[in-house]
């Protein structure tokens, strides 16, 4: 994992602030090489001032960063960047404000020249705290942004009041009860918030576990009731709890044993058949006779899984899973996972 370099998506609808957090990553004195590849310099608006040198259409900028754009293929300017003199701690990709972030996310997954190279290290998404809820509402691509996302910085907070902070906040969480939020004026967020997340590395999921499931799935069925003592504990708003009609979260919880003869079959159907709907879907499961525990990730209908640490002594062997999706089959998908049980 060490040598690759790794990539942020990051994406937000139009207006949310991702070009304020592009131009800090390009102008800040933070000391480390980003490579930014970005659809249109029109939007950045680079600052002549800042440019020290420019070939073709990559501009290097006083604090070393480079930015490029996207022309036709990111496979190929990510290869070209790999040619480039010195080594870039990361790379970080734009998506436009209208497009889903799951394809740029799948390059990292297929390609196999990119994979050798690079690694996908999270999906970032900027949302504004003043008008997420009506696009919501009228864009499903800014659901499936919010959807997707590994780290969401909630921006322009200081243009909304603390009920309507907290609002669009339990709007956020209906979505995506999994990204690690931070509440924002102009982002200012420290980088290191946003770079560096490892959110696919298969061993970091099981360093969030304690995240990874905050809801007992117990009380899923209507996903609005039931667990207000249980969700809430870490936000301390007591928030209102919404429901989301079309976009929605399921977490299964499995004790004991699940028969890897079952699981593989049922979860690869399942991505094939309902992956166009399941955006994102991660597991940590206790095959029988296997001392090392099984994690998984999948975009859409990518997959990819390992065995990972062991099972400490003592502690319980639980098989946990969350699908993130439009329109889940949440009573298909829990009995399914239920007929693996060893």
Request: proline content about 4%; aromatic content about 6%.
């Amino acid at each position: 994992m060490s040598n690759k370099i790794p990539v942020t998506v990051l994406t937000g609808y139009l207006g949310a602030g991702k070009t304020t957090l592009l131009n800090r990553i390009l102008t800040e004195p933070h000391g480390k090489k980003y490579a930014v590849i970005v659809n249109e310099f029109g939007e950045i608006g680079i600052d002549n001032e800042l440019v020290v040198g420019a070939d073709e259409e990559v501009f290097e900028m006083n604090n070393g960063c480079i930015c490029c754009t996207v022309r036709g293929d990111l496979i190929r300017i990510i290869e070209g960047l790999m040619k480039r003199k010195g080594r870039f701690d990361a790379i970080i990709v734009e998506t436009t404000g209208l497009a889903d972030p799951a394809p740029v996310a799948q390059t990292f997954f297929v390609d196999q020249d990119v994979q050798a190279v690079a690694r996908l290290d999270a999906v970032v998404t900027v949302a504004d705290a003043k008008f997420l809820a009506a696009r919501l509402k009228d864009s499903p691509e800014a659901k499936n942004q919010i959807a997707f996302a590994d780290v969401i910085v909630l921006n322009k907070q200081d243009l909304v009041t603390e009920a309507q902070m907290r609002e669009v906040e339990a709007r956020i969480r209906a979505i995506n009860p999994y990204a690690k939020l931070h509440k924002t004026s102009r982002c200012e967020v420290p980088l290191s918030a946003v770079l560096g997340q490892n959110a696919f590395d298969l061993e970091r999921i099981l360093e969030l576990e304690p995240e990874f499931l905050v809801e007992d799935d117990h009380h899923d069925h209507d996903h609005d009731h039931g667990h207000a003592h249980h969700h809430h504990d870490h936000d301390g708003h007591g928030l209102k709890h919404y429901h989301d009609e079309d976009m929605q979260s399921l977490a299964l919880q499995l004790d004991g044993d699940v028969s890897p003869d079952k699981f593989m079959p049922w979860i690869n159907e399942t991505l094939q058949r309902d992956g166009a709907d399941i955006l994102r879907s991660k597991g940590i499961l206790s095959f029988k006779d296997e001392p090392l525990r099984f994690v998984f990730q999948a975009v859409h209908m990518m997959v990819e899984g390992d065995t990972q640490r062991p099972w400490n002594p003592g502690e319980k062997r639980t098989s946990k899973i969350v699908f993130i999706g439009k329109a889940l089959k949440k009573d298909e998908l829990r009995a399914g996972f239920m007929a693996c049980a060893a």
